[in-house]
């Protein structure tokens, strides 16, 4: 029988052999917490009643959808909040963070994150990086962040003291992923002393936690611990790959409107916005938003410990606790990071025939190398893998719809990178 590692070299495939026997630990795991979360889910499919009817959605202002209803109450209930916005009018992750922030600060109030600089495009939306208007700045609203520590974790010392003395914080933020930072993104573990932190000394700010690429990485999320307020991208986790648009935001009743006002008009606020033909998919996609991701996960850690095999700083390490999709993979040179690149486009099911190239990008300040042969465009639950053109050449490589997508795509990037000299 052939088989799909026959074309590559021998040494490649006994490393890949190896790295199988290492991890299948490390992969059960993730199959009992896919398990767990596609409970969870499962049972509130149930309890609401969801039937075809649901997946038809409503045109116009989109009073009464009642899909829409109960898709969101789904949401709450996955994340154990009170209320939740989920629309295809949110157009991405930034927008989703960027509504619930905007909805829910006043000129004069301070925006404070606690987990180093927000990811670049969160940075232009407050105005401190790009040449926008309508960024949070020239709104009057203020922000702050306290750097992470040497060994990037918070800052807990200096975000207390900042806690008592500034009465004008009104938002503290936490951003779960690391984005395009060189640090570990939080698990659940590190974000539930950083909740109990900002209650304690500030019991009347509201905490926000960007949630992107986080959702149902663990069997718990930050709303569990507290949090009062969460956001995230349907063309990441919890979309499953198969929504096309959309964004949610979920946390206290009051909070929830406050943002829905900003999304849409005061007024009419959540209850419009028609839902055309996305419902089905929005429903389907968090149906297999615990599965999905579990395969995302698995390949990463797939990706961990082959790349580590040769020789390459990965992070996390192939048995780290993992709270999101996100892979770095540290190339240390400008060339093996964007061959290695190009072979996940090669390898990618939508154009798998054209060259990524380093470009600038809206929303980023430094040129970006990008591969994604995605269905849904920018979608990074689909295998991607991305990152700025910028020392230490560290790439991030995140998603992949099924686990033998990963293990294929990455295999043939590490042949054409080191091997194919
Ligand atoms: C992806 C991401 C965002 C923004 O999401 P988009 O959908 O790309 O706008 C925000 N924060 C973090 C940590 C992310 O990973």
Redesign the pocket.
Known sequence: MTRWQDNLPQDLQDKIAAVDQQIAPQLAKIDEQVLYNQQRVLDLFRENNVGEEDLIGSTGYGYDDVGRAKLEKIYAGYFKTEDAIVKPQIT????A?ATALFGNLRAGDTLYYITGMP?D??QEVIGIAGNNVGTMQDYGINFKYTPLTADGNVDFEQVKHELQTDPTIKVVAI???R?YAVRDSFTMAKIKPMIALIKEYAPHAVIFV?N??GEFAETAEPTFFGADMMAG?L??NPGAGIAKSGGYIVGRKDLVEHAASRLIVPGSGKSEGATYGYMRDFYQGFFMAAHTTGEAIKGAIFTAALLAKMGLDVSPSWDAPRTDLVQTVNFGDPDAMVKFCATIQHYSPMNSFVDPIPSYMDGYEDKIIMASGSFTE?S?IELSSDGPLRPPYCLYIQGGLSYAHVKIAISHAVNDTFYQK
Not at 92 to 95: M, V
């Open positions: 991405s992750g930034t927008h963070i990811y495009t969160i951003q779960r992923s984005g960007d992107c690429y991208s063309y990441k920018g990074t």
